[in-house]
């Protein structure tokens, strides 16, 4: 293993061992708003520590006016600090905090948030911040005003979480359990204005409290909607895919009872038509595979455009040449002839590759090492489109429902890309239900998922023409045939030449096992007539060979090829805190 994988590895390793990580099981916040008008805060916060820390810390917006400041551990001793950081005021407890649970108390004073208004006060608020990384196991929020809370008005951000709340006395205490991470706790109050017994600053926006209260009346119908505008969009965008492809399915995919197909025997002894091996294969799997082109060289033997035959040859790498070379037998091909009259395109590119990679006569070795580099892949791309292209000229099979989800599937993948700040906006404004927010990624994952299915299978949302379903019929009657062979014993083959016919599309077919298989249950004297009489049928375990020699050579060159691709709001407060 090279270095740098080994110091990539030991870095890798480092990091998992030195990874740390806190949470917050529980939060109490208290707030006791006194008749001057400060407001006097003690922030309880029970941390979970994971790995090593050296700082527990709560950050403040700068223009919050806070004095009085101060901080300590319970369990242990701990340095309280404020200072400016990343253009927040931060509350610092410093100490050595190795994997344990740690209660720490910050205590501080607030002066300006509560507002003279035209006729009443406000406390409006940001009681838990939305800087918080972590979620909080139970929330607990509790607030204390100068007078009974019957006499004044609450309105509670955002309106969309689940909380309990608690009234007693001149206090107000909000439960929020498993509060979301990045989530702000809000309280919007409406106090009578005798309760302060000094003056108040003044709201910027000066209002009446009619006109506070109708305004949360309105951002919490619009909240209302809003979240329900975008749980409808969520359940859309989830069902899109799924709903389109089975509407397209019904439309264009379905296939019609086609009265032909019923005079069509249930099996085709010999091809039923003039598709070469691979055309075939393609047909019936709709892609391309590598025993196309192995299918494509037994033919090539079949057509004498090239011969095959077993040689010995030196087996140099024999315990490594210390006791000298032993003879091992191999499979040699031999070119006959490099015209390429009268032969399908996809033949004329494999003719051409053979002639132009090899010499007259090679090896089954030879053609795996060769094929195995990276310059046959343009040659097998090319082999694949000229199939595709072929077999979209002979008008099989009909892919306008196929296009359209092409089409949808794309949109969607761009579509998704940009829902991804919009939901992320939802989801700060909880106006999206928390199960809803991974809508964009699902929709991503199904339209790509969609797109390689549709590729793949294109069948499926296509229709075939009478005619292709005929066609297409009678070769899987063809290649249940060849599935078969062994169970037909009283009607076998007899021709020579047909056995090697259906050797080489049942390689095609990827059932060439089962061909080989027929063979060696037929009378001794049968099996040896039909080795004498045929080069290809006088190896059958080469044949084999071949297919796993080109499947080896045709993964090696494509995997080596390079990358590319396819009302509320607005109080004061907030902020948050960690550790670090």
Known sequence: MKKFEISIIFLFLIAFVCAKDFSIPKADVEYTINADGTVAVVENLHYSLNGE?????????????????????????????????????????????SNEEV????????????????????????????QWSTSVGELQATIHFPGNVNQMQYFIHPPNIEYDTLVSGDSLTIISKNHPA????????????????TQLPQAVNFMSKKEIVEGEQKYEYDSKLNFIFWTIISILLLAMIPVSFIILYIIFGREMPLADLQFIAPYEREPPGKLSPAEAGFLLKQSVRPDFISAELLNFVNMKILSME??????????????????????????????????????????????????NTFSIDELKKKWGKTSFASTYLSF?????????????????????????????????????????????????????????????????????????????????????????????????????????????????????????????????????QAINVLPKSEQTRIHRSSAMLAYPAYVMTVSSSVSSA???????????????????GGGGGGAR
């Open 384 to 516: 694949s489109n000229s199939l595709r292209r072929s077999f979209a000229s002979k008008n099989y099979l009909e892919t306008k429902g196929n296009n359209i989800m092409l089409i949808l599937s794309g949109m969607c993948i761009i579509g998704s890309i940009f829902m991804f700040p919009l939901f992320a906006s939802a989801a700060v404004l909880n106006s999206i239900p928390a199960i809803l927010l991974p809508a964009p990624s699902i929709l991503f994952i199904e339209s790509f998922a969609c797109l390689f299915l549709v590729v793949s299978k294109p069948q499926i949302l296509g229709q075939w023409t009478k005619e292709g379903r005929i066609v297409e019929k009678r070769w899987q009657n063809f290649k249940r045939y060849l599935n078969d062979l062994t169970l037909m014993k009283e009607k076998p083959p007899g021709d020579v030449i047909l056995w090697e016919q259906i050797l080489v599309y049942a390689t095609a077919f990827g059932v060439s096992e089962k061909v080989l």
């Open 53 to 97: 820390f050296y700082q527990l810390y709560l950050q403040k917006p700068l223009d919050l006016q806070i004095i009085n400041a101060s901080g300590y551990c319970l369990q242990k001793k701990c340095d309280f600090s404020s200072t400016v950081y990343e253009g927040w005021r931060e509350l610092r407890l410093d100490s050595e905090f």
């Open 554 to 572: 045709v993964s090696s060159a494509t995997a080596s090829r390079g990358g590319g691709g396819f009302g509320g709001g607005g109080g004061g």
């Open 182 to 197: 990045e989530t702000y706790l809000e309280l919007n109050s409406v106090l009578p204005r005798d309760w302060f017994k």
């Open 103 to 130: 209660d720490v108390v910050f205590t501080y004073i607030i002066e300006g948030q509560v507002l003279g208004q035209k006729d009443c006060a406000q406390f409006f608020y940001k009681l838990w911040g939305d």
């Open 310 to 359: 077993e040689r010995k040859v030196e087996n140099t790498s024999f315990l490594g040449g210390v006791l000298g070379s032993k003879k091992k037998k191999t499979l040699f091909f031999t070119v006959l002839k490099s015209e390429s009259e009268g032969l399908a395109e996809h033949q004329k590119i494999l003719l051409k590759s053979i002639t132009e990679d090899f010499q």
